[in-house]
């Protein structure tokens, strides 16, 4: 039998303003395993955790009904009150008498009723609480990244500054990630590669960083502090440790004709490759698919040309497993491609482009040299059309269903760009909002318009149709309220960000749950947004929505000290309150596996002794710690074989009669 | 007309177009698509946008109701899957169902005959079912 103490808080006017305390605190002593009862004006204060301590001693309790406000506010505190008298912290419970009931009523004698009756379902739930105690689990201090775009490389350079060992995986050949292909950055117009190739380096040179480039994440199994994940490392089909990076090889061969990833393929590159000139690793790659020797098995000229015979056709795939404490993921995104999208033919016009293919040639390392050009007669055009939102602000059938948030501001970027270099062009922007929040944004856009004499026209494109070589915009302006057409040489069309393809696999492998849109979910969407909610992921950059790279390297920092909050403990106390299966009582039937969201559940054979019966079973365990103590499972479970501890099915049940008692 | 007979023309257009005028956002893409649009006084966008807001009076006297080709670009373009035509369709239909209201009549056939004797006769059937009750 329980010796209960009942403690009831007035929370200054804040509960006592609605509720009657000396009431409740009378119902109380009278209610079952309640030796005593008292009240409090704060109970969280110093004086209150006294009264508290004291009367554990001097009543011998053994467990503490606190009647205040929510659980989420205090529970903590009156976990630790309850360890510092001697008692297990599991052994105290919680009415919510502020935010369930004396915030909410206005009537003194129902709320008082209301509270009486939160009173006694928490002490019918303590009658039946037993002691529980956190498993410990150990940490592997190293951190795997996946993705090395700014994301990725920034979250690793915090981590590996602050002395932890840090793996990228990138599945291309280099890291870098979006940023690299990227001209200018709003909102300041700097050189994207100028500020990106030192972080690269920086990133490729640290003691505590590793890159796998080329290489992908096969499998992960494990829980926080000790999951264990397969690299995949795809053959190069170059020796790392032999290459120079001296690009003998890229001269000599004789395939020129496979498209460049880096330039969106607007230039040609060959079969064996580096995607571009700072690309870090600097070891180049045979893309196998494109390879005279891999096609014909003739050729082998780069092998011939190699001097220190890098060259390794025969090299296969190497799987790496390594444990890590924490995983971050960093996938990033892939601009969405505008081909069905027909009314702006992207794929039949040369002269539509997307932005990300516009920043390749705006670039003076690109495919024309940093020279703006039609590609379908290498002519300079006399006027621009951009186009944004396309694909994004959509219902579901027509596209992405929200707001890509980066492309106002690049238009913006693109136009001021192109008038800066060629003040003689027409440059229109066909908007439907223009949205640039964020420190200098709006100066930014408004100093396309204002002093680049940008013409942003409010309204939409219908469709484009080529008329003797020049696109005919066919559009809508609706401050105008009417059709308009513009004769543009070449349209620019800001494509939604789409999440990095093939995430989907990636999330299931780590049991990270994505929205519709494949972005990763965080924990909480405002107060732990670099969180994912499987304990030990945490997320970074664009793979959790779409963001700029100010925003990008902001969340990458924070990825990295959550990450640390993990990998600078030596050991990790787990929840108790977590699922526990009745081996007795299962059957086996996989019902709680389906619907556990962290992939806690597993199954082994087992020899079950069931009153003298012996057979074998095969019977659900759980994880403890991957068990989040959710609760899914227990609900699940159709033969009541799941329970929750701390809130064992009798518990919530005694806590359902105590309510509906009379 | 009544305040309350307007209103029960909105409900019955939204109901039999199905469409949701709520969804657009104002986008003029419809508009921007519409073959049309030199003829109408009030464009798609804009018709949608009377109805989300409950001025029906001028729509059942607009030109647009006629004008439109029911050719649908602007439902196969509206990135909100707003659906314009059904909308101009359903609005039309409120009108010609009303006695006396057919925007064609046989009478007006001789006319078209004169202007092209050509004319196919399937189009003549088709404006029928399109503009008469
Ligand atoms: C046209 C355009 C112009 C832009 N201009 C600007 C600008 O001016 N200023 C600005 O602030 N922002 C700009 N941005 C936004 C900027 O590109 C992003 O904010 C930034 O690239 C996000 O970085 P990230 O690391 O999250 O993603 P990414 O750059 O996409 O990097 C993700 C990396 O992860 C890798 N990866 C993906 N999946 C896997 C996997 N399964 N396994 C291993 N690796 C994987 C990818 O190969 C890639 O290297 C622009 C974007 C576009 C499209
Ligand atoms: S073997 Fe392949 S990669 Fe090497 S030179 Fe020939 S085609 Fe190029
Ligand atoms: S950021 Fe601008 S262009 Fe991009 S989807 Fe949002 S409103 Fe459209
Ligand atoms: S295209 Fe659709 S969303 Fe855009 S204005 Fe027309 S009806 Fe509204
Ligand atoms: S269906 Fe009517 S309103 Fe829609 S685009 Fe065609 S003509 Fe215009």
């Known amino acids: 039998m329980q010796r209960i103490g009942a403690f009831v808080c007035w929370c200054g006017s804040n509960i006592a303003g609605t509720v009657d305390i000396d009431a409740v605190t009378k119902s109380a002593a009278d209610e079952p395993g309640v030796v005593y009862s008292a009240e409090y004006q704060y109970m969280c204060s110093e004086g209150g955790q006294l009264a508290i301590r004291r009367a554990v001693e001097e009543h011998g309790l053994t467990g503490i009904a606190v009647c205040a406000c929510s659980p989420r506010m205090h529970e903590t505190t009156f976990r630790k009150t309850a360890a510092a008298a001697g008692l297990n912290p599991y052994m105290v419970e919680i009415a919510n008498i502020r935010e369930h009931c004396s915030w909410i009523h206005k009537n003194r004698e129902s709320a008082t009723e209301k509270a009486t009756i939160l009173m006694r379902a928490a002490i019918a739930k303590l009658n039946l609480n037993k002691p529980l105690f956190p498993g410990e689990s150990g940490v592997v201090k190293r951190a795997l990244v996946i993705g090395g775009g700014i994301a990725g490389i920034q979250t690793a350079l915090d981590i590996a500054d602050a002395g932890y060992e840090v793996d990228i995986v990138e599945k291309s050949p280099t890291i870098g990630g979006r940023m690299a292909q990227l001209d200018k950055t709003f909102p300041t117009l700097d050189c994207s590669a100028c500020i990106l190739t030192p972080k690269m380096v920086d990133a490729a040179q640290h003691d505590n960083i590793s890159l796998y480039t080329y290489s992908e994440v096969d499998e992960v199994s494990g829980y926080v502090g000790s999951f264990s994940v397969k690299i995949r490392q795809k053959a190069r089909s170059v020796n790392r440790e032999l290459c120079n990076g001296c690009g003998d090889c890229i001269t000599k061969c004789p395939v020129k004709k496979a498209n460049s990833e880096f330039d969106e393929g607007l230039s040609k590159r060959s079969a064996i490759y580096v995607p571009f000139a700072q690309a870090v690793p600097n070891i180049p790659v045979v893309d196998r698919e494109n390879c005279t020797r891999f096609k014909t098995g003739k050729c082998g000229l780069c092998e011939k040309i190699c001097g220190t015979k890098a060259i390794d056709f025969e090299q296969q795939d190497e799987i790496i497993e390594r444990e890590y404490g924490v995983i971050i993921v960093a996938t990033g995104f892939k601009p969405l491609s505008p081909e069905r999208y027909g009314e702006y033919l992207y794929g039949q016009s040369p002269d539509v482009l997307t932005s990300l293919e516009f920043e390749r040639m705006m670039n003076a390392a690109g495919p024309t040299g940093g020279v703006l050009k039609r590609l379908s007669n290498n002519e300079k055009p006399k006027s621009i059309v951009f186009i944004q939102c396309v694909g994004s602000r959509a219902d579901a059938k027509k596209g992405k269903t929200y707001c890509s948030k980066i492309c106002c501001m690049y238009t913006a970027k693109h136009a001021m760009l192109v008038k800066e270099k060629y003040p003689d062009i027409d440059v229109h922007v066909f908007y439907i909002d223009v949205r640039t929040p964020g420190k200098n944004f709006d100066e930014f856009y408004r100093r396309a318009a204002e002093q680049y004499d940008v013409n942003y026209i409010k309204g939409m494109v219908g469709k484009l149709a080529d008329e003797d070589g020049r696109l005919r915009v066919i559009a809508s302006d609706l401050l105008d309220g009417k059709q308009i057409t513009i004769d543009a040489d070449l349209v620019v069309l800001a494509t939604a960000v789409e999440a990095s393809p093939d995430v989907r696999a990636l999330g299931t492998m780590l049991t990270a749950s994505m929205d519709q849109n494949n972005f990763f979910t965080e924990a909480h969407p405002k107060l732990r947004p670099v969180e994912s909610p499987t304990a030990g992921i945490f997320l970074s950059g664009v793979c959790q929505g779409p963001k700029d790279i100010p925003e990008t390297v902001a969340q990458a920092g924070a990825a990295a000290v959550k990450a640390l909050g993990i990998l600078s403990k030596n050991k990790l106390i787990g929840n108790p309150c977590i699922a526990e299966s009745n081996e007795l009582l299962c059957n086996g039937c996989s019902c709680c596996e389906n619907v556990c969201p962290y992939g806690a559940i597993e199954y082994t054979e087992k020899e079950i002794n069931d009153h003298g019966n012996r057979n074998n079973r095969r019977v659900a365990q759980v994880n403890e710690a991957i068990c989040q103590g959710c609760g899914a499972c227990t609900v699940a479970c159709p033969s009541g074989s799941m329970d929750l501890k701390g809130f064992t099915n009798r518990q919530i049940m005694a806590e359902v009669d105590a309510i509906c008692r009379t | ?133």
């Open chain 2, 1 to 133: 007309m009544s305040a309350s007979a307007l209103n029960d023309i909105r409900e019955e257009v939204l109901r039999i177009s199905g469409a949701n005028p709520k969804k657009c956002m104002s986008c003029g893409k419809c508009s921007a698509s519409c073959p049309a649009s030199f003829e109408m006084d009030i464009l798609p966008h804009h018709f949608v946008k009377n109805i989300r807001d409950g001025n029906i009076e001028n729509l059942l006297k607009s030109k647009t109701l006629w004008k439109c080709l029911s050719c649908f670009a602007c439902v196969e373009r509206c990135p909100r899957a707003v659906e314009p035509a059904n909308l101009v369709e359903a609005v039309r239909l409120a009108v010609i169902r009303k006695k006396g209201e057919n925007y064609l009549k046989v009478d007006d056939i001789p006319e078209f005959i004169e202007l092209d004797n050509e004319i196919p006769q399937q189009l003549i059937v088709s404006a029928f079912r399109k503009y008469s009750k």
